[in-house]
């Protein structure tokens, strides 16, 4: 930033200065896109099509109806917010390849509107005689002060939007890009949270525009054209994705690159793809990933432990299920299961490989919709919720597939479970180091998820739902893989954890590990109940003998 | 009788798309990668066609064999580039560097050719042929002759050969198929070649009739998306229909309206089927692995 203020007020010439308003504006507009993209994982390709929308918006407005910037900038932030939050409900519900497609699609209608409405956006040809920006009746002349004004909106929105990524907000969103579902049962609302991404990387792209058609002085269909979001795209991905300084050092690069390379003039785009698509295979991180790692920072120093406030718990009976059912196709995975599960007690769910055991615990933590049933948790009616809901409510579970964010310490990763309820990301650390010490698991926290054995990455995962204090707590295989030493460990730590009043539903096949942990068990076959006791009279039960070793078994 | 004629011309474009959207679909189920290059390889093919009549002045239908191998030369380079070095990284990562392929074909085709449309010589003479009492091109009868010639010999390849199961049980489970001793990374080069000849072909098809442009590939790699779509993600015959259905739409709606109102209906049309039914309108055919 230094020396980019120094090459603006000393070297550079009136050309120079207006390459770098240029290179300010698409900062403004990569910035919004790191939130979306780079934070959110969501690849819009419409980042051009708010670009545009916020330039036509002041194009029109200050051409054709003579407003002034005080007038025009508020609408170039509030048409393409808009237009994000009409499309992006149903949008973002798509998968990547989907979401981008759908986005895209958005892009060209937007861009085939603006050509074929001549009346409005003078089409193809645009309009002239857009006025410049006037700030508190200063017309702002070119050169040196409209760079200012420009970088300086590059430095509120870079700070506003660094400020978002590294608190709380940030930290959601990112792992609602790794790992969407963990996210869901995590009590984090992940439409909310990308459609809030979506929205506010569309403000961010209208602005941009905004101040684009100030500098050009006309609007004309180019801002709405693929090479616009190109150019974002490669700035945000050369620069190093979801990183605010990325953005902005991807962006002084990139658009000077053509000044510096005269004779690339016509054919900078093609060096662009080759940046874009060197970027991806030789440094994913991009540009601030490799300074990240020829300065490596020193690790942030662990927080003070800290116990979360107590949660009332709730006795007697915590969670009741009743007649739940679910069917994939023809199968009928979950055929009419009930169960109830007390405060502190430990539940074991048997079965055979595809009995529906997984099915039960997706259907009651909302990750699986059920056809038939109830789910009532305190008395409370969960039937059909969402998941980040019914984890609010003081549900909580593992998965089979362990998954952590790789790109995170174990810290941070447990931290996820707090960013729900806590105020800052220091207080959800804190609490997080307490979920670890609970576990005996506190020398982890500084490691990188990534570098865990399986062993270990099933008792991150375990206190990542411990640190929620869920009323309920269902754990799908929480053994599979363990040494006999560790399963010992494992069986010591769910009987303290339930001795705190947590009501814990178990599925697992190692019957040595479960039966004398458990006060009660459901066997499950072909999704019926078979059995429903004490774990002393599983063994002998005819039916779940005849379900294990088949039927003519002895 | 226009009704007709128009019939005709909607079922040569969708011909040519159906090309499109069957290279689309053959990479994605045998990489599960969304090949974005996919419209600007299109574009390529049709320009190497307008490059090649020069040099070889012969009908189209001759340059058809030169621009299948020249792009399925480039579809090596483009798994080579884009693709292998991405395995394993999320599937945004391949996305994205196949828009980066795309980048440079365009903008280096409009170095090369600059803006202006382009058209690319007839398959054969580029008359028309009187059938009953209906005037129909020439050209358009060609294309479909040649796309259902190259779509039969897609299916013949992979439904009867030994090159064919391997390349199929690749798209089914690359593991098991490696695990069975199926070579891997050469079925998926294969593929790719395969799926860059057929836009190629598709290219050279397209560009005598409706020309092409540097930036033709954005519309086209949309309307190859949007048959996939409503073929059902993953289905080759249902990719084949969708591109039909969609240039039938395309067709009409241009006759009585206009191309831009026809496209902005059909991307209108895309969104709401990606909203309401994201699996397609025939059901997904690539359900997705957990």
């Keep these: ?554 | 009788m226009i009704t007709l004629q128009l019939l005709v011309n909607g079922i040569a474009l969708g011909a040519a798309y159906a090309l499109v959207a069957l290279g689309f679909v053959l990479v994605l189920n045998a990489t599960s990668a969304v090949n974005f290059a996919q419209g600007d390889l299109v574009m390529a093919g049709g320009l190497l066609a307008v490059a090649l009549a020069p040099v070889i002045p012969l009908p189209g239908i001759a340059l058809l064999p030169v621009v299948l191998v020249l792009m399925a030369a480039l579809g090596l380079v483009l798994a080579l580039a884009a693709y292998l070095p991405l395995r394993g990284r999320p599937p945004v990562s391949v996305f994205i560097s196949t828009i980066a392929v795309g980048i440079i074909l365009q903008n280096g085709a409009s170095v090369l050719f600059g803006p202006e449309p382009r058209a690319a010589p007839p398959l054969l003479s580029g008359g028309t042929i009187q059938l009953g009492g209906l005037v129909v091109a020439e050209q358009s009868l060609a294309i479909v002759v040649v796309a259902a010639l190259l779509i039969a010999g897609q299916q013949w390849l992979f439904g009867r050969t030994q090159l064919g199961r391997r390349l199929r049980a690749t798209a089914q489970d690359p593991e098991m198929a490696r695990a069975c001793g199926v070579p891997v990374t050469a079925m998926i080069l294969v593929t790719f070649a395969l799926g860059t000849a057929y836009a190629g072909a598709a290219g050279l098809l397209l560009a005598n009739r409706y020309f092409v442009t540097p930036t033709a590939g954005g519309d086209l790699i949309l309307k190859a998306y949007i048959a996939v779509t409503i073929g059902g993600w993953g289905s080759v015959p249902g990719a084949v229909v969708g591109a039909l259905l969609i240039a039938l739409f395309e067709v009409g709606v241009s006759s009585v309206l206009s191309y831009p109102v026809a496209l902005g209906l059909l991307y209108a049309t895309l969104l709401a089927i990606l909203v309401a039914r994201p699996q397609g309108l025939f059901g997904e055919a690539a359900r997705r692995r957990a």
């Design chain 1, 1 to 554: 930033m230094g020396a980019l203020l120094a090459y603006a007020l000393l070297y550079a010439s009136p050309y120079g200065l207006r390459v770098l308003t240029v290179a300010g504006v698409y900062a403004l507009a990569a910035i919004g896109f790191q939130i979306v993209f780079g934070l959110g994982g969501a690849l819009s390709l419409a980042h051009g099509a708010f670009f545009g929308l916020g330039a036509y918006a002041t194009g029109i407005l200050g051409s054709q109806w003579g407003w002034s910037f005080v007038a025009t900038f508020p609408v170039s932030l509030l048409v393409p917010l808009l237009l994000a939050l009409v499309v992006g409900l149903p949008v973002l519900r798509l998968e990547s390849h989907y979401f981008a497609l759908a986005t895209l699609g958005i892009a060209q209608v937007v861009l085939l509107l603006a050509v074929n409405s001549p009346g409005l956006t003078g089409g193809a040809n645009g309009l002239p005689g857009v006025p410049g920006i006037v700030l508190f009746g200063w017309a702002v002349p070119r050169g040196l002060p409209l760079a200012s004004v420009v970088w300086a909106f590059v430095a509120l929105g870079g700070a506003l939007a660094w400020r978002l990524a590294s608190g709380r907000w940030g930290r959601a969103l990112t792992l609602v890009r790794d790992d969407p579902l963990a996210a869901g049962t995590l009590g984090l609302d992940v439409g909310g949270l990308r459609l809030a991404a979506f929205a506010l990387s569309a403000v961010y792209a209208g602005a941009a525009g905004a101040l684009a058609v100030h500098t050009q002085r006309v609007v004309s269909p180019e801002v709405l054209e693929f090479p616009v979001m190109v150019s974002v795209l490669t700035i945000a991905v050369v620069g190093g994705r979801g990183r605010v300084a990325g953005a902005i050092l991807g962006a002084v690069l990139l658009i000077h690159l053509p000044e510096w390379f005269r004779f690339l003039e016509r054919s900078y785009l093609i060096v662009y793809g080759a940046a874009l698509l060197v970027t991806m295979v030789l440094m994913p991180h991009g540009l601030t990933g490799l300074l990240d790692r020829l300065f490596p920072q020193r690790p942030r120093p662990l927080p003070r432990v800290a116990a979360p406030s107590v949660v009332a718990r709730p006795s007697g009976p915590v969670l009741r299920v009743e007649g739940l059912g679910k069917a994939f196709g023809g199968v009928r995975a979950v055929d009419g299961v009930s169960l109830t599960l007390e405060a502190g007690s430990i539940t074991g769910l048997i079965g055979p490989n595809g009995s529906g055991k997984t099915t039960v615990i997706n259907l009651i933590s909302g990750l699986e919709r059920l056809d038939q049933g109830r789910i009532l948790l305190s008395g409370r009616n969960l039937t059909g919720q969402r998941p980040d809901r019914i984890a609010r409510a003081g549900v909580a579970r593992t998965f089979q597939a362990v998954s952590l964010p790789e790109g995170a310490t174990v810290l941070e990763a447990v931290a996820t479970a707090r960013l729900e309820r806590d105020r800052t990301v220091a207080e959800a650390e804190a609490h997080a180091l307490w979920a670890l010490e609970c576990l005996g698991a506190a020398d982890l926290a500084a490691r990188p998820c990534a570098d865990l054995p399986a062993a270990l990455r099933r008792r991150v995962e375990l206190a990542r739902a411990l640190a929620r204090q869920p009323a309920v707590l269902l754990l799908d295989e929480p053994a599979a893989g363990l040494t006999d030493a560790e399963k010992a460990d494992l069986a010591g730590h769910l009987r303290a954890i339930a001795a705190l009043g947590t009501a814990l539903l178990v599925v697992e096949h190692d019957m040595g590990f479960l039966l004398p942990l458990a006060g009660h068990v459901l066997c499950l076959d072909q999704g019926r109940t078979l059995y429903d006791g004490p774990p002393d009279g599983v063994r002998n039960d005819p039916a779940v003998v005849a379900a294990y070793l088949g039927e003519g078994a002895p």
